[in-house]
């Protein structure tokens, strides 16, 4: 009788077992139907090591992955805007994300590479937004600063933090709207730091005294500033004309929440940018279709990365009007994509 009863105990317990392995879903991946691509080798770049875009890469890499176990999928950090752009001229990179407006990049570039058509070498296309960049111009409570406009009109000396790339150029253009160039105003004292003003060493710098002000741009919040415990501001871009000027090369009007930062009392109108994934034009067709298809399969990698969701039918329509603006197409097939899903007509 003991005998029968732990044989029975030993069949309920297997059965049990069974029920529950059958319930939980398997740890291993699933294999790829046999429509799609197999073996594929993808390389995505983002910007730099520790950065948001890497972060944000990577989460689309690792959602290409879970969808694909056996595609080989390369996520790695370039190392600054230099770098970016020579994987992209030299046919490195599959898909990225953007760093700055395509209008401002080609404008940067062009003159750095003289002997090619940039446009051309660098040329991408639209698959899905990842990220807003707000624009943050920051002064220094001790410039006594409450707009850009004063920084022309009293040709202060001050010193400002910019990349040497698009954050230099969107400057200028601000400069330039106000009645001035960079180099007068570097003639009447305005000097330039070196420097991403969005990052770690911008804070540093703004609360040593190494810069006065400085801009560029990011997601909101900015990790940098979440910590700041000196006296700074955030200049208004709020004149209908810059807004205008701004918009027809990419940006759109957006507002930096008060208490996005300690120091953030009220809310600050600026503009922003649609940071995308893009593709490489010699990628094919299908392999663009399946990797939005994992993107949007695996919304919560993505959304880990980045907690300001852009998977949406109204970010897709609102994207796709911007993209417009910008002079960059969707790709077909992302098109094709979010047609087949309902999303657009």
Known sequence: MKFKRLA???VGMVLALALLLTACPSSSPATPPDDRPHNVELTLYGFRAGAAQQFRTDAVAEA????YPDWKVNSLAAGGEAQVISKRISGETDFYLTPYLRKLEIEVQTPLHPEIDIEQATAYSLLVPTSDSYVHFFAA???????????VDRKLPLTVGVGPGGSTLLFSKILEYYGASLEEAE???????????????????LQ????????SWTQIPSQAYMGVNFDLDILPIDDPGLVQ???????YEATIPADTYP?????????AQLEFLVVSPYVADDI?????EAVFNHQEILEAANASSHLTPEAIAESITIGGRMGVPFHPEALRFYRDIGWIE
């Open 141 to 151: 409570g001790r410039t006594g600063l409450s707009s850009i406009r004063e920084i």
């Open 187 to 205: 003639a009447w004292g305005l000097k330039r730091e070196n420097l991403i003003i969005v990052m770690q060493e911008g804070a540093e710098a």
């Open 263 to 271: 120091f953030l009392t009220e809310d600050v109108p600026t503009v």
């Open 208 to 215: 040593s005294g190494r810069v006065d002000i400085g801009i």
């Open 245 to 251: 000027m701004l918009e027809d090369i990419g940006f």
């Open 8 to 10: 029975l105990a030993a």
């Open 64 to 67: 290409i992955r879970v969808e």
């Open 288 to 292: 663009v279709y399946c990797v939005l």
